[in-house]
């Protein structure tokens, strides 16, 4: 993975590029504006590494449910044992049926 802070202070390093346009009107010349897209471009990539890495662990964690909850089920329907399913719960009437 990237280091931790290369986001952070990639965005801090973007904002100092607009420091110079807060105080008067100014045109964004085109090399500043290469300059900037290839910034948040950079920006963009390193978020999406974060992202996928963020997503991993969860991805894991449901697979892992995913394959208990499966293992429960092949035991309940499993000739001969000794799980027992619930009953559904009786519904009341609405006003209604009829």
Known sequence: ???????????????????????????LDPEDARIIRRCIKALRIEARALEREAARPREDTLMRQLAEACRIAGEATRPGSNLVLFPPPARPLSEGAV
């Open 1 to 27: 993975m990237a280091d931790d802070i290369t986001l952070s202070e990639g965005l801090t390093q973007l904002s100092e590029l607009f420091a110079g346009y807060e105080h008067e009107p100014r045109v």
